[in-house]
């Protein structure tokens, strides 16, 4: 048997039974260190699985930096410093590392954290593993997601997959929301914005990495809970309708598939709903298992049209 | 410019302009957290650069374990928990990630650290990078050794070299002394049962990873001092000098550049040597620069008739 037939969900719960560790299967792994709990993290960006070598290498280097990010935020957490292991070929050339160097340093004093260390080796396709360490009041996990609790995501949805599908068009030229739209993906911002407020009220959080779906399902089954999802309440960026429209697309299947966007998904009380915070209520934690949209069970195969 | 053009420690030099972290260039970076200072390394293991697809997969889980905690124990300290960035190609063997992973655990195991953390993505080829976590009274940088110091170095020098050659040769059958050259190259002990003595004692402590002569110039650059090695102190094994005798080679010439040793090169008074240790005097630190063999400058090409 091999990795494609298990994917990449059936090969780390094989994993976790070698292991033997409960705790594989969250955005961070935490660690008590007398009063402080210590979030670590790693994730990758390879070469044509993640960005193609036309890339700005910059662009690269802000998203190995945000991805990671992204996962200690959503444990609750601030990034404090990261190690770089940096694989790439021989032939690189210079000014590319020192680019994708030059935008991981941006990136680090955006989310105010630096890169302490690393190590370079010889390889065919440049890999990029960050490993991150970051600081949290309480760890936050995927798991503690309770019936009655409202589901909440930051920010707005699909934007990074609409901005993936414009750059791989090619075009000679870009209207003005398209060009957001790119950017979107290949600079994400992690949303350090929400760290405290992850912290202080959330019961279950992850990032959404894989896409809405995907990120509710990982909630709901470590959370032992059903999710339903109200699509009416997506948060749809005007650039994403505008894309929508000219390339006559259903923006509530970017919403729902996208991935990539690095917004925060997480379960609390409604009544800490922080209106200052641009997080909207998407859907409910009910009894039960399994994601549902509008009332249906919804199996991401049913909805990937991509 | 390429990459190959510069090298691996000229990139690292032009990173550390860009980051503008001195820190940079030891076998670990030190955190100090309270009263606690942490240990954080990354290693990489890359198919067809570190190992071949032909080695036994439990093998190369066991040395990417091995390798990121040996940079702990050079800094002083001992590992506690570690994250695993493993890329791999699709049509990958499902056993053979399982085994790995058994290596993996059985070097945890042995190191009484875990693996609490991870990341899977697609890639050509194997690239697995290894973040260690580790924790030390006292951070040992390279850049402490002073004039008038001993250099010691643990265990014997070459076998890992030696056992390479020995798997390259792919022979039918082999001589016990020859397999006990390939399993040091293939299962490398970090050497965890000197962690003490060089949080206790050592001004400056490395790793032999990339070879002796080369580990010893990351002492002498770092530490502004001259280091002097004696050939006939170092440690050769009986086994590397059996092989030397069968396929007419220089054990010297092993010792000094063989690599992938994974023991432990540092310096301290030479009173403070520990006979309950394997450890070996090879040499002198004295005012000046560079690393001298018998009394001759060493340059590494000099040496180098691999």
Redesign the interface.
Known sequence: ??????G?FG??E??KR??G?E??G?D??P?K????T?L?????L?E???FLSSFPPEAVGWKAVSVNVSDIVASGGLP??L???L?????????Y??RL??GM?RACKFYNC????????????I?I?L?A?GKTERFVPRSGAKPGETLFVSGTLGDSRAGLELLLMKKESYEPFELALIERHLRPTARIDYARHVSKYASASTDVSDGLLSDALHISERSSVRININTKNLPISRELQLFCKKYKKDPVEYALLGGEDYQLLFTHKRENWNPYLDMTPIGEVEEGKGVFVDGKPASEEGWRHF
Chains 1, 2 share one sequence.
């Open positions: 048997m091999k990795i494609e037939d298990v990449e090969l780390i094989r994993i070698i292991l560790e705790t594989i969250d961070t792994a660690l260190l007398g009063e402080t210590l670590l993290t790693t994730d990758a390879n044509g699985v993640h404090e410093v190690l770089v292991s694989n790439l070929p021989p032939k690189t050339e210079l000014s590392v020192e160097y030059e340093k630096r890169i302490v260390g690393g190590n370079i080796a010889k390889l065919e396709r890999s593993s490993f360490l």
